[in-house]
């Protein structure tokens, strides 16, 4: 069976190399030239891989264009894997493969359709996920299921974290479901459509912290826009200071302030007011300088009266 493999990014390259160490060689591998690498924080170069294994290589910004739909055709695929590329596949791009096209998604469809959803899945809390092969369709991620991994969703997981545990079923999942294909196993399992429910598209400008919000939130948007995404950050006096990883602050007690006020420095690296009157403590970051920001500092705009207790004790 013929196959084509679509995408440019760190699951794409994986899903590449697990098929290539199955024999399974893509007759295409249709991915983003390099000058459009900035598309992507997690893009991946499959040029090399692809050509080195003996694929063809299209380099593409639409694979809805039509030197592009050429250039599938041309390769005769029965099947088109898409993982990791973020635009529809129109009608004339589904109708190449003779088989259909397959489609990877980090939910446990149909929940958390749409776009950003590793970090939606840690923003919103979710206790259990899934890994997801699909059929693509017209829909937005509404194809039935060919197969599909839960697992669950760590109290402590990040954007990394929780992406291995996606690329980790991918590799696996992905020559399953050619050899079912192959084989004219591959289920086709309807999705509950009134389960679904459509996450935004995220920029990196989604990742500016509001010191007003609990303590908590502000850690829980830390773990989930970090790496391999822009990260969290914030912009004092138009420096910006990004935020790579936080812990709670157990002595927040001790300290009164302002939200978004540095309020120490510590061996591992700064504390920071948040909006519920607890802190965190800052122990990764990077600034133009690669030094802390100074203590009573402000890390954005704050309300103006002070928060914290001096003498009630922990709360």
């Known amino acids: ?84 590329w973020s635009q529809i596949c129109r009608e004339a791009f589904r109708a190449i493969p003779r088989l259909g096209v397959i489609g990877f998604h980090p939910s446990a469809l149909p929940r958390l359709r749409g776009r950003g959803v590793i970090p939606w899945t840690i923003l919103l809390d979710e206790k ?8 693509i369709d017209e829909g937005t991620d509404s194809g039935p299921i060919i197969l599909q991994r839960l697992f669950s969703v760590a109290p402590d997981e990040t954007a990394r974290s929780l992406y291995g ?52 939130e502000v850690l829980r948007l830390i773990r989930a826009v970090g790496e391999p995404y822009p990260g969290a950050f914030s912009r004092p006096d138009g420096k910006v200071v990004h935020i790579d990883a936080a812990r709670p602050f157990a002595d927040s007690f001790r300290y009164i302030g302002l939200a978004a006020q540095v309020q120490t420095h510590t061996a591992d690296g700064f504390t920071v007011m948040c909006g519920d009157r607890q802190c965190i403590e800052v122990t990764a970051w990077r600034t133009a300088d690669g030094r802390r920001p100074p203590v009573h500092s402000k890390l954005g705009a704050s309300r103006g009266h002070c928060i914290g207790f001096s003498q009630a004790g922990p709360q």
């Open 165 to 216: 545990k996606h690329v980790r079923n991918l590799a696996e999942m992905v020559p399953e479901a050619v050899e079912l294909a192959a084989a004219g196993k591959a289920p086709r399992v309807e999705q509950d459509h009134s389960l679904a429910n459509y996450c935004a598209k995220r920029v990196a400008e989604d990742g500016l912290i509001d010191w007003q919000r609990p303590a908590a």
């Open 1 to 84: 069976m013929r196959f084509a493999l679509v995408g440019a990014v760190e699951g794409s390259l994986i899903a590449l190399n697990a098929l290539l160490a199955k024999g399974m060689l893509p007759s295409l591998v249709v991915t983003l030239p390099p000058e459009a690498a900035d598309r992507h924080s997690d893009f991946a170069d499959l040029t090399t891989p692809a050509r080195a294994a003996g694929s063809a290589v299209c380099h593409t910004t639409n694979v809805n264009a039509e030197d592009t739909l050429a250039a599938i055709r041309a390769s005769a695929p029965d099947l088109v894997l898409v993982l990791g």
């Open 128 to 135: 259990t996920t899934g890994s997801s092969l699909f059929w």
